[in-house]
Each structure stands twice: as structure tokens, then as C-alpha cells.
DNA sequence: GTTCTAGAAC
DNA sequence: GTTCTAGAAC
């Protein structure tokens, strides 16, 4: 790997911010290694990265999120190559609740007290099927953007059960696109008491104040 | 999916 | 002047 330490004082004159530095080596060293490939791939690599990989049994594999927007932020995926939502089928029933039922179990494990949604993004960014496995708490510095708010809650997150259902009803799941796309454009709104807001930063430190923890039985 | 940044919003 | 967001990335 000695051929991978290049120093910017390789290139003087070359005033590259180090961002740009450590994507230009990353990019180099992905291509030589024969590992390049779009972003949209990537959470095939992380299935093979034992940095990521907190889970794995013979038909799923279990990652932690490379860019967690909760205290607790999984992803549950398929070794069964699934692109989407859309090509389920009635034969993906079974391994639909082995999913959901690992997702408990992480979650479980990850912590006890806090509350957990489990499901799907409608039209998700990365390639290959996976079920976020999240905390409610969304207090994480990477959660930075409307996007990132309202895809985890409004109904642009699809509940892991009502995926299942929707596939034993109809054998398919049905996904509008342009309305999917309205709803992360949506004003700012708290997941726990519907209050607006005005910006993200105002809005991350009001949740920071709602007890996120499972309603306590007795 | 993220990073970066121009310019809007304050 | 600073904070924040939205859109390009070839």
C-alpha cells in the first residue's frame, strides 16, 4: 500500500482544500483496487465491510447507517439481490418478516428504552433493498436537511408492516413518484407534538426536549 | 447518498 | 455580516 501515501507537497502549486484531496485518493485507490463504483452502490460494499457490519445470518445482512440520522440508525438487507420496493413479490413474504423481525432484535439490542420505526424509504437513493432501523430520537449531526427530515417522517417512510401488507393484499407495492417527491418539500413539522418550524437548526433543538423512550407498561 | 457553495433570508 | 438552504456535480 506504499504507492498509496501521496503528500500534497507532491503537487506544488496545487492549493486542493483536503476534502478534495482525501476524494481524489479515495477515487485513485477505489479504481486501482478494482472497488470503484457509483455512490448509489455503495451499500453493497458496506455489506462486505467488517467496519459496517454489526449482523449477518445466511439471508440478511445488518450495517450501521454511514451517515446515522438518529442515536441509533441499522440497515437491514437481503443477501438476495432485490433492487426496490417495486419488483416484491408474494414469494419475498417470508424473508419481508425475517427482516422486520431482525430489525426488532438489533433494536432491542442497540437499546431497550428507546422507541424504533422500522420501514422503508419510497424512492430510496441507494441501490439494493434495505430497512432503516431508527431511533426516534433523530438527534444526530447528520441529520442536516428538509430532505433528510421529511423522508423519515412523513409517509415518504413506508412502515416495514405495511410494506408486508400491502404485498400479501395486492402481490406488488405501488409507489407515485411526484407525490413522493412533494412530500420531502413539505414545511418542517415535529414528529411528536405536529409544531412548525422555520429552519432545521430550530427545529433539532426543539426535539432534543420530547421523551423518545417506550411508553412504560405497568 | 454527500459535498460544496452561491445567494437568499435574516 | 452571518446563518441557512437548495441545487449542481460531466
Known sequence: MAACVVKTSCFPGLHLQKKNVIHFLCCAMASASGTAGHWSKGLLASMNDPEAVIDADEDLVTIKDKYPKAKFHFLILP???????????????????????????IANRANEELQFRFGYHAVPSMSHLHMHVISQDFNSPCLKTKKHWNSFVT???????????????????????????????????????????????ELKAHIVFHDVTKPKTR
Open 79 to 105: 443477501r438476495r439481490k432485490i433492487p426496490n420496493l417495486k419488483s416484491l413479490t408474494r414469494e419475498d413474504l417470508d424473508l419481508l418478516e425475517k427482516m422486520h423481525q431482525k430489525g426488532e432484535k
Open 155 to 201: 409517509d415518504y417512510f413506508v412502515d416495514s408492516k405495511a410494506v408486508i401488507k400491502s404485498i400479501q393484499k395486492h402481490g406488488q407495492w405501488n409507489v407515485n413518484k411526484e407525490e413522493m417527491d412533494q412530500l420531502l418539500k413539505q414545511d418542517l413539522k415535529c414528529h411528536i407534538c405536529k409544531k412548525m418550524f422555520r429552519t432545521i437548526p
